[in-house]
């Protein structure tokens, strides 16, 4: 069982503040995206390009169940929770939904390549919020406004969840 997942849109701060919850915790961190990397040989964008979102879907919800039997911080790809499969598998965890509104989440992915949002981003986000929000309220425990420092939210969730050792 891992330590605490992290879920909620791209561009929220999910690698960031799992990243320092590890440090603050003394524990490791992974990340989905990069296991996926270490699993396929290619990035997420590769495999939603050219294999499509259903196997990709398929392919990240292996890599979350590898990585929810270690004990660690994960942080996940944005849209994990849009399979039966992945909710199932977090709805058993310590999962935190990092949340901030829309015009912070565009300005942290600036011109990145996220292949979802296409050449539309802000209809795009908006569209994908309102489809992921009752997944991410359906596995995680608490939300999260990460929309301010980074030590705020860390201490935010630290509080919330009781990590403190």
Do not use: H
């Not at 890599?63 to 709805?91: H, K, M, P, Q």
Request: net charge negative; charged share 30%.
């Amino acid at each position: 069982m891992a330590r605490l997942v992290l879920v909620g849109l791209p561009g929220v701060g999910k690698t960031t503040v799992a990243q320092e919850l590890g440090r603050a915790l003394g524990c490791d961190v992974r990340d989905t995206d990069t296991v996926f990397f270490e699993r396929e040989g290619a990035t997420v964008q590769e495999v939603l390009r050219t294999r499509g979102e259903v196997l990709f879907r398929s392919l990240e919800a292996e890599c979350l169940a590898s990585v929810l039997s270690e004990d660690v911080i994960v942080s996940t790809g944005g849209g994990i929770v849009t399979t039966a499969r992945a909710r199932s598998l977090l709805v058993g965890e310590r999962t935190v939904w990092l949340d901030s509104p829309d015009d912070i989440v565009l300005e942290r992915l600036g011109g990145g390549d996220r292949p979802l949002l296409g050449d539309q981003p802000a209809e795009r986000l908006a569209a994908l919020r309102a489809e992921r929000s009752p997944w991410y309220r359906e596995v995680a425990s608490v939300r999260i406004d990460s929309s301010g420092e980074l030590r705020d939210i860390v201490e935010a969730i630290l509080s919330q969840e009781g990590l403190r050792t």
